[in-house]
């Protein structure tokens, strides 16, 4: 006979099957809904607060809010409003403008730049490059913004000076004056670099993951490693620098003080985008909120809730884009 035959007791119980979660997961499960929720309700109130201080401009405005680009706030002698037009056309304008020369510049970049920290970078060298990354993404803007004042004004001067010169038959790199500094072209270098360490950030999470029997395979079948992540890993991983890139999108174009230090604030419509003038949503409520009345603070809490709307339509279309893209990986 053996031991187990001599003392019965010394089989364990089986196990009770249950679908029941157990206690820790309930408690986790509580605490991730609060949070979650706590979020959305937070966001609710943002877009709530918004909607009630600037329903009344909205309505006296109208459409013309959004397709005029007058801003313009006239007194009597007694020092009360008058006349009063509010517009954000030329700011929306130059939203887009610097948010997309942003995205042209600083995307390929980013992308580029996360390619070689997962597949080429080795040892101390990458862990280095992460760490800088990641602490760039933590920068405050006014330091950026500071930087492309003092810095990278100057060069980019030269810079678009070089595409008029070459490209100015085309209508956007065209100026009406010989007015190159804090352009939109200069904002949205400043925005590029911001967005640069986001972009690469999430793009390097995304390339990480890249199933390993894909790339053995790949190089099983002779692939050199270019080829390998033209083949495999871009394919993959499209769908996450979709996301990534529409991420800094949204932030380029909700970005205050650092697009405020290089970029003119003109309430006019500018397509030129080497030319010193423009101004975004963002910089134009920093620079009336100080000294607005109680009918333009509303006027200002509408443009807001524009700016608000516009992140979230990005938002929204950034999640169809990786649905779309993102299942296409060979």
Known sequence: MTMLENKPGAIPAPREITTKPRLSDQVFRIVVTIGGMTSLVILGLIALFLSLKGISVLRVEQFSF?????????Q????????????LGAMLIGTFLSAFIAVIVGVPIAVLSALYLTFYARGPVKKLLISLIDLMAAFPSLLFGFWG???????????AKLLNKYLGFIPIFDVPAPIFERSPFIAGLVLAIMIIPIVTAISREIFDQT????????????ASKLAMIRAVVIPYGRGGVVGGAMLGLGRAMGETVAVYTVLNVVYQINWQVLFGAGGNVASLILLKFGEAGPEEVNALMAAGLVLFLLTLTVNAISDVLINKFGKKGR
């Open 66 to 74: 959004i397709t005029e680009s007058k801003w313009e706030v006239l």
């Open 76 to 87: 009597d002698a007694e020092g009360k409003v008058a006349e009063s037009t509010f517009g």
């Open 149 to 159: 004042f003092i810095v990278l004004m100057g060069s980019a001067e030269y810079w």
């Open 211 to 222: 199933p390993l029997d894909r790339i053995q395979a790949a190089y099983a079948l002779g």
